[in-house]
């Protein structure tokens, strides 16, 4: 069974701060990680994704993400907030088996203060 | 333009009325799946079809039913809808079997059942 943790229901920042959006995850076998952003009233969108090429992972808009196997961790940073970061960030975890696809966590809110 | 569609957008309806929300892909994706999104709890997959005539369970599928007879498309259909299927609801595409290829989601069908 696999899962996905990620710490902070909503995280607010100024602009021009670091962006910090915490995930951790459980699996019985080596994952494959995403992180996906959601605007208001809009579906799913791929920021980035992690298959076991590179621990640091660099995605769309800025953001960045890096494995680290011994904190079972795939936290999502950007250097500097813009307003228009403000959406729902999702990170989710497959097991590679194709079949049942990904395990979302919670959801964080990104709230981002002129 | 690639993309997943959903219709309708919005369905508030009765309890016990049979509905179908319809989902379809441009994009010749050999998997499909429907997921649910509620407040805290992230997405949940309901459905997902592999290919043609192929489907399997979610972790929600209680009260869903789906078919996939053609491969663009794969409707979701609630028998007899109850309060508790009130939710927002993402279909989504892949291509290819394996899971960390990127899935592609619709706009979301915002269900209020009355």
């Known amino acids: 069974a696999q899962s996905v943790t990620q710490l902070g229901s909503h995280v607010s920042v100024s602009e021009g701060a670091l962006v910090l959006l915490r995930c951790n995850y459980s699996s019985s076998v080596p994952p494959y990680l995403f992180w996906y952003v959601q605007y208001p009233n809009q579906g799913l969108q791929l920021l980035l994704k992690y298959t076991s090429a590179a621990t640091l992972v660099k995605g769309i808009n800025g953001f960045e993400a890096e494995f680290k196997k011994s904190e079972t961790s795939f936290h999502l940073t950007k250097p500097s907030a813009h307003m228009s970061d403000a959406a729902e960030y999702f990170c989710?975890?497959?097991?590679?088996?194709?079949?049942?696809?990904?395990?979302f966590g919670s959801g964080t809110r990104l709230q981002v203060q002129p | 333009e690639a993309q997943v569609t959903q219709n309708p957008r919005y369905l508030i309806t009765v309890t016990g009325k049979k509905l179908t929300v319809t989902c379809s892909q441009n994009m010749n994706h050999e998997y499909m799946s429907w997921y649910r999104q509620d407040p805290g709890l992230g997405l949940r997959q309901i459905y997902y079809?592999?290919?043609?005539?192929?489907?399997d369970k979610g972790d929600v599928p209680e009260g869903y039913k789906v078919s996939r007879k053609e491969k663009r498309n794969f409707p979701l259909i609630l028998e007899s809808p109850s309060p508790n299927q009130t939710s927002l609801y993402f279909c989504?595409?892949?291509?290819?079997?394996?899971?960390?290829?990127?899935?592609?989601f619709g706009p979301g069908t915002r269900l209020t059942v009355l």
């Open positions: 989504a595409s892949r291509g290819g079997s394996l899971s960390y290829n990127e899935q592609f």
């Open positions: 989710a975890v497959s097991d590679g088996t194709g079949r049942r696809a990904l395990t």
């Open positions: 079809s592999m290919n043609v005539e192929v489907t």
